[in-house]
């Protein structure tokens, strides 16, 4: 297991899988750090879904803005930090978006900072948005944008980068 693991892909690609899988293979304590909010029912359903799919035994944090936060917290405990599996970037990035607008800048880099300082290992999911077609409207561009940046500045603080395509592994930056 590589101390800091970001896995990407598209929607259903198998990502949040694989990044479950290497956090189940880690043989350390998991902190899942779920970033979703049940806006609808629909949401509410996946979220559902998604907690009964993962071990019992492993701990929920969930956080909607404050990412950073949560990895400065985890990283000053006593001991050894636990692996955190944080998804997913898209989710946090709308969040952001349509939080306070002066949240925005301040968050995402108190978020990098603390990517880079987090002492533990680290599997960070995230949604690939350069594949597709360019929005129409300005937000959904700006989302594109913001997450296409977001996914460059994480590739590069991350030991290793997998891209899941129908839920295989596709290496883009090997561990090491």
Avoid at 141 to 156: I, K, M, S
Wanted: hydrophobic share 45%; charged share 20%.
């Amino acid at each position: 297991m590589v101390k800091k693991l970001l896995v990407t892909g598209g929607i259903r690609s198998g990502k949040t899988g694989l990044a479950e899988q290497r956090a189940r293979s880690a043989g350390t304590d998991v902190v899942y750090v779920a970033t979703a909010t049940a806006g609808d029912d629909e949401m509410a359903l996946r979220i559902q879904r998604h907690q009964h799919q993962r071990p019992g035994h492993w701990r929920l944090v969930e956080e909607p803005i404050c990412l950073g936060r949560v990895l400065t917290d985890f990283g000053s405990l006593q001991g050894p930090a636990p692996l955190l599996l944080v998804d997913c970037m898209s989710l946090w990035l709308s969040n952001l978006l349509f939080a306070d607008s002066v949240l925005f800048q301040p968050e995402r880099e108190a978020f990098l900072y603390a990517v880079e300082a987090y002492s533990g290992p680290l599997v960070i999911v995230t949604n690939e948005v350069g594949l597709g077609t360019i929005g129409m409207d300005p937000l959904t561009r700006r989302f594109a944008d913001e997450l296409g940046w977001l996914n460059q500045a994480l590739a590069q603080r991350c030991d290793e980068v997998v891209m899941a395509v129908a839920g295989l592994p596709l290496s883009l930056k090997a561990g090491g």
